[in-house]
């Protein structure tokens, strides 16, 4: 009858440690009662003592956590991204960043290793060193505890992250594609539309 914790953040001097009893990424009012309902308390952590004073607040959560529920299923990933050229090469990084200042607003660090993981696969297959290092020193801290095979994979790419699968395929690719003039094409207005695609 005992557990083991890990901090994902720092936890101040004389800080109280909370437990998530539910999905903290349901609605407000949902948490409260389902606490209430289910294990007849009032929960006190700071997510749950928003005072009535403080709606707006409690909609911009709301909206927040609903935000990171849905994430996956409506945000690129990088599975469909990585060898869809058609999109920009930082579409999911633009993505994951948004979902991490999100995770950090309201809390839930307990989200951050999925989109963590994906961030340094995402420059691994754009062949960044600097930024997959990055990222991949954050796996192997958040996957010390929870999750021991994937730490270890990713200590072995930081030696060389060049063994990392497509290590720069995306970069390649990118190199690789040339567009031959046609003389029925304006050259012209296709650059323009590939600038605009683009952004």
Known sequence: MSATLFALRTIKPGEEIFKTY???TLPFSKRRDTLHMNHHFVCSCPSCCLSAANL???????ANRAQLRDWFSIRPKYVKWAKDLCRSDDA???SHLEA???TEEEGLQGYQALFVE???KCYAILGDAVNFRLWAE?????????DVALQKEFLGYLEK??????WGWRTKQRAQVKIRPDPMIDM???SMYIEAVAD
């Open 100 to 102: 991490l200042a999100l």
């Open 56 to 62: 707006a607040h409690e909609l911009q959560s709301d």
């Open 138 to 146: 954050k796996v192997v801290q958040l996957a010390q505890v929870e």
């Open 118 to 120: 994906e961030l340094a």
């Open 92 to 94: 999911v990084i633009t």
């Open 188 to 190: 012209e207005s296709l």
């Open 22 to 24: 539910v999905n903290p």
């Open 161 to 166: 992250p060049t063994r990392m699968k497509a």
